[in-house]
């Protein structure tokens, strides 16, 4: 039973556009969330956050919002550039759990110049 | 500041044998996770340790073990190895949630390969 899903594996952009990757979680416990991001050969490295009581974070080129009542988030990538080519995770973690962190899948971003 | 390391990179087994994988955290994080990541899986959760103690694990067979030392790096064993255990292995530290830092730092990850 997946609680964390990534429904689209990959995504193809433009250099410059905006890159709009999405998750969707099932478990309403879940009050924090994180987004990685994984270069073939490298562990993930955090990218950004959002606690349940935020709708929106935003941190340079990347903004996640979050829609608590359709247990959904997206991370907006403004504009896309080439580097920005890789893996994205999108991670939660429960309040009853907090040193459990689930992730999704995973959707492979690539950014065409 | 160094980054989390684990040792070693790349490592290829026999079905049947056993394997223990290391990693050393983030100087001051006490928190060590550790993840299986296959292809089309994503990141699945093994178990977690803080000062030593496992306060969570995953949906795992009890071949999947680990253990924290004092200084906080952790070991992971998997005994009994099966094909289907080849996975790339990560493992990410943190400070603990309690002081509010969720965010995890990644090791480069151990490549298993089970023949």
Redesign the interface.
Known sequence: DQQ?K?NS?SLSVQEGRISILNCDYTNSMFD?F?W?KKYP??????LI?ISSIKDKNEDGRFTVFLNKSAKHLSLHIVPSQPGDSAVY?C?A?SKT??????????TSLSVIP | KAGVTQTPRYLIKTRGQQVTLSCSPISGHRSVSWYQQTPGQGLQFLFEYFSETQRNKGNFPGRFSGRQFSNSRSEMNVSTLELGDSALYLCASSLDFTSGAYEQYFGPGTRLTVT
């Not at chain 1, 050969?41 to 955090?46: C, L, R, S, Y």
């Not at chain 1, 759990?97 to 995973?106: E, R």
């Open positions: 964390v990534q594996p924090y994180l990685y050969a490298e562990g993930p490295t955090f956050s995770f991670a973690r759990s907090y040193d459990k962190v689930i992730f999704g899948p995973g």
